[in-house]
């Protein structure tokens, strides 16, 4: 879509701190993040969100959450004494801001209780 500002930093028309890529993913630093450790992975293919995900997606779905583990490990959160969270927020009312699926990969401290994206 050529409106989707998720879109244009997979065509690399949108400047972004990309930390991890795949053939059908790419991750890049929150440019608010809420944790130390906050990236986003979009799939490379626009999709609008979760509640348009079809059984078709499931691998583009794999390969987000592939990405995410090592977006955490290259981070140094993932680990059976550490921990990060995944997040995907669907809608105003989850404060989705961006259509344009993508899941939040959140750590580097301590994340307590109902982690709020504000």
């Known amino acids: ?6 879109c244009g930093i997979v065509a ?15 991750a890049f630093k929150d440019i608010a993040p809420a944790a130390p450790l906050h990236v986003l992975v979009v799939p ?3 999709i609008d969100d979760a509640a348009h995900i079809t059984p078709a997606d ?12 090592a977006v955490a490990e290259a981070a140094g959160v993932a680990g059976p004494d ?10 105003p009312d989850a404060m989705n801001s961006v259509p344009h699926l993508h899941l939040h990969v959140l750590g580097g401290q301590p994340l307590k209780g109902h982690f709020a994206l504000a």
């Open 1 to 6: 879509m050529s409106d989707c500002p998720f």
């Open 12 to 26: 690399g028309d949108v400047p972004a701190e990309i930390v991890h890529s795949t053939e059908t993913t790419v």
């Open 44 to 46: 490379r293919r626009h």
């Open 58 to 69: 499931g691998p583009v779905l794999a390969d987000m959450l592939l990405a995410a583990r």
């Open 82 to 91: 550490r921990g990060y969270r995944l997040i995907f927020n669907i809608g």
